[in-house]
């Protein structure tokens, strides 16, 4: 993978604050990353923060980046359940001409336009169409619950934690995910497997 | 387009001439090698990779003269375009602006000056212009970062023949020349391969001969239609045009489909019948099927018995009618104080049965082909050599021998496709009221038996009595003996005994060829006519008008045949009124006899004779040209009674 062209979307990234989005090197290790965007205003995202995984292939950037939604989010085109994202450029629509700002920039579009006939989230996606302010009123509920600041550095935190105790950042990640987010577990599995 | 079949003819014969492998002779259809039985011919040529790269470039050479476009855009209409070039046509000058931005085809737009630097939008270094390349959109991207969009796009599958430009919302197509001048060797040949693939799989008229390992392709000449259609590859390989399946004429597609779906499902249930071994119905000992024809004889008790129903072979062909009748499916009798339960357990029992019975036959005969396969291989291989010393014949004398070998296979293949056909054809119980069913399945199996008949006999004559023949030969040998007295030579390869052994022998197998293949002629016509109507033809034709429809063929077979071979002038000389006083008979019997199917047997069979202009004997196998004589002029055997003991 070329690393040159990473660390020069990371450059543009952090010269381009206004933007809303940014992105993280986790470590040393530049397949995994993690992107950080707020909620589009005048939608039920607004005030909200999301973090969401990416994994990157060798192949990137003729290949697609792997994208996930870690914080859990209402939406016809997103999982409810594992934040999976239903996206054309994330898919066969990817160019290499694009990049991970572009491409967060789009999932920030994604949430302030939905597209319920391609759904995600079939249960979401039903409740979009046929109950609209029931849709609005469970969105802003799950952002002001789970798309906050505070959530998004605690998970900071819980890596820390585990990297603190000499675990690859990398390593930390999986297992929390795996675990969905307890720390004591994750620990647990980490020194299982050692 | 007007659908004129004078127009088609013309246009497929024009066609043909344009085909430089077909000035060669070299069609799929060989009569000298394939004894194809098929009456509907099917017009098709063989293409190697060669071939088919040359004809993909002439086509684009084509569309890029008529229409003043680039190679790299030829290809992009024509693969839109199914490879067609009239369809090419067609769509472009109907509207060539929409066409154009469906494949992505832009005007190619102004380079500008190659003396300055720019970013490349993807590694987002800076680069000389003059370095970078460019769809025709002049979308400039680095050396390298094309090649590893290029390169990824392969790995990703035939899709990268429609490639686009990576600029996000720009879909100017990416030329060939492009590609490959981007790409490394092992993915250029990839590039290449998804091309010729995409030529082939495409068009229509083009399919991959599925053998493993061949690389050659068919094209049908004529418009195809989804009927079955067989070819044979010149790798050697037969199969059905329309399905992909192996070569399965005169039975559709679709009862082949069925029939293949049918097999795996009842797998199975059927592994212990695929076993190669079989108890001796008389001495039960385990016997091995080794060779393909269904006589055998145990090595034991060495009784003589019918691999396929084990009855005795001596009883074979008169237990019932008089005719060779094992391949006859009789449902089990049912007994009427059967309760609910064992009456559906006994349905169940009784239809599986029916199954297997007929994909025993199947796939007995599917085995058989393959052993005549090898055998023929074998006997080309080495047999004609040994055979050429033992009796003082060049092997390019010995061809018949190959020809019977060939026929053999043929008639297996055509055989074991009727068994699907039967199966499909005729239910589990026809009710007895159903006469006419009755009668066609009567008629079918009836030829099936006949032609199932002369195979075994052509297949033990080809198999058995030339090896026992050559064994015999061995043990008299003395190519070159040397007499007690001195030094006299002997060629006993060419004693006038042996001689006669031989021309003896040469004539039954050439006979038995040749009727075997006209039994097979017949069954595959009824199946490809339709049993009905033709036993139609037989049953209701008015007299007149049968002799009327005979009469002009005969007369002009008669005035053709200048230096006709015998079987021709026989032809010829076949009584004219043959088919009216059949007819007119066979009304006679049809009211005397209750069995009419079997009575159009006879019928059927002398018909065959007429047509031969001889027939053979049942029992010894001998042709009888005198066809008015009813017993055999070897054997005294009479010509269509049940097969005397000898
Ligand atoms: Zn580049
Ligand atoms: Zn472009
Ligand atoms: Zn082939
Ligand atoms: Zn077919
Ligand atoms: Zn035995
Ligand atoms: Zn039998
Ligand atoms: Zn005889």
């Given amino acids: 993978m070329d690393a040159g062209r990473i660390q020069k979307e990371l450059k543009e990234i952090e010269r381009d604050k206004k933007s809303g989005v940014s992105v993280q090197l986790n470590g040393d290790n530049i397949h995994r990353l993690t992107g950080f965007l707020e909620g589009p205003k005048d939608t039920a995202y607004q005030g909200g923060y999301f973090v969401v995984d990416i994994k990157l292939e060798d192949q990137y950037p003729f290949v697609p980046p792997k994208m996930r939604f870690r914080t859990k989010v209402w939406h016809p085109n997103i999982s409810s359940a594992n934040g999976a994202i239903c996206l054309d450029i994330l898919k066969d629509q990817w160019s290499p001409a694009l990049t991970l700002k572009t491409a967060l920039l789009s999932l920030q579009a994604l949430l302030a336009s939905p597209e319920p006939d391609d759904p995600q989230d079939g249960v979401v996606a039903s409740q979009y169409i046929k109950n609209q302010p029931l849709f609005q009123r469970t969105a802003r509920q799950w952002t002001e619950q789970y798309a906050t600041r505070e959530l998004a550095s605690q998970d900071d935190e819980k890596v820390l934690s585990i990297t603190s105790m000499g675990f690859p950042r990398e390593m930390a990640l999986t297992a929390l995910e795996s675990t969905h987010g307890d720390v004591n577990a994750a620990i647990n599995k980490l020194l299982e497997s050692c | ?646």
Avoid at chain 2, 117 to 128: H, R, Y
Avoid at chain 2, 535 to 556: H, I, K, N, R, T
Wanted: a negative charge; glycine letters at 4%; aromatic letters at 8%.
């Fill in chain 2, 1 to 646: 387009m007007e659908d004129d079949s004078d127009y088609e003819d013309s246009y497929v014969a024009s066609d043909v001439e344009d085909y430089p492998t077909s000035e060669d002779g070299d069609y799929g259809y060989d009569p000298q090698t394939e004894p194809e039985i098929s009456m509907r011919r099917a017009a098709y040529t063989v293409l190697s990779e060669e071939e088919l790269k040359l004809r993909q470039q002439e086509a684009l050479q084509q569309v890029m003269q008529v229409l003043s476009i680039s190679e790299g855009e030829a290809v992009r209409v024509l693969r839109h375009c199914k490879w067609d070039v009239n369809r090419v046509n067609e769509e472009w000058f109907a509207d060539t602006e929409a066409l154009r931005d469906k494949i992505g085809l832009v005007d190619e737009q102004p380079t500008g000056s190659g003396r300055r630097k720019e970013s490349c939008g993807i590694c987002f270094d800076e680069f000389w212009v003059s370095e970078m390349h460019a769809a025709p959109c002049n979308h400039s991207f680095c050396r390298g970062c094309w090649k590893g969009y290029v390169h990824t796009a392969i790995s990703g599958g035939p899709a990268v023949l429609s490639l686009r430009c990576p600029l996000p919302d720009c879909s100017a197509a990416v030329p060939a020349a492009l590609v490959t001048a981007v790409s490394d060797p092992k993915h250029r040949e990839k590039y290449h391969l998804y091309s010729l693939r995409s030529f082939v799989e495409d068009n229509q008229r083009l399919e991959w001969c599925p053998a493993p390992g061949c690389e050659n392709a068919v094209e049908a000449l004529h418009e195809v239609s989804n009927e079955a259609m067989d070819v044979t590859c010149r790798c050697g390989s037969s199969f059905c045009f329309n399905c992909k399946e192996e070569a399965h004429r005169p039975v559709d597609c679709e009862t082949v489909k069925k029939w293949i779906i049918k097999n795996s499902a009842e797998s199975e249930n059927l592994n212990w019948i695929l076993a190669n071994t079989k108890p001796c119905p008389k001495c039960k000992r385990p016997i091995e099927k080794n060779q393909g024809c269904m006589h055998m004889s145990c090595s034991q008790c060495k009784h003589e018995f019918c691999w396929l129903c084990l009855a005795s072979w001596q009883e074979h062909g008169e237990r019932t009618g008089g005719f060779y009748n094992c391949n006859k499916y009789e449902s089990a009798k049912k007994r009427g104080d059967y309760d609910a339960e064992s009456l559906k357990r006994e349905h169940a029992r009784v239809s599986l049965q029916r199954y297997m019975h007929y994909y025993q036959r199947w796939a007995e005969n599917d085995r058989a082909r393959s052993q005549a396969l090898s055998s023929k291989a074998e006997a080309n291989d080495k047999k004609l050599e040994v055979l050429s010393e033992f009796v003082a014949t060049p092997t390019s004398q010995l061809k018949f021998i190959l020809d019977a070998w060939a026929q053999v296979v043929e008639c297996r293949r055509i055989l074991k496709w009727t068994y699907a056909y039967g199966y499909y054809r005729f239910g589990d119980n026809i009710p007895d009221e159903d006469t006419a069913q009755k009668q066609q399945q009567g008629f079918f199996e009836f030829n099936q038996g006949q032609a199932e008949m002369f195979l075994e006999k052509l297949n033990g004559v080809v198999e058995k009595d030339l090896d026992n023949l050559v064994e015999e030969f061995k043990r008299e040998p003395g190519l070159s003996e040397v007499a007690p007295d001195g030094s006299v030579f002997v060629d006993q390869a060419s004693s006038p005994e042996r001689q006669a052994v031989w021309s003896k022998f040469r004539e039954q197998l050439i006979g038995l060829t040749e009727v075997t293949r006209m039994h097979f002629v017949k069954l595959v016509q009824e199946l490809e006519k339709g049993l009905d109507q033709l036993l139609a033809f037989y049953s209701e034709q008015p007299e007149a008008e049968a002799e009327a429809e005979v009469e002009p063929a005969a007369v002009s077979t008669a005035e053709a045949s200048g230096s006709a071979t015998p079987a021709q002038q026989a032809t010829a000389k076949a009584p004219k009124r043959s088919k009216r006083s059949r007819i007119s008979s066979r009304a006679a019997a049809d009211k005397a006899s209750n069995s009419a199917a079997a009575f159009s047997l006879q019928e059927a069979d002398s018909e065959l004779e007429a047509e031969a202009g001889y027939w053979q004997c049942r029992r010894c196998t001998v042709i009888n040209r005198d066809l008015n004589s009813q017993s055999c002029s070897m054997c005294a055997q009479n010509r269509r009674g049940p097969i005397s003991a000898s």
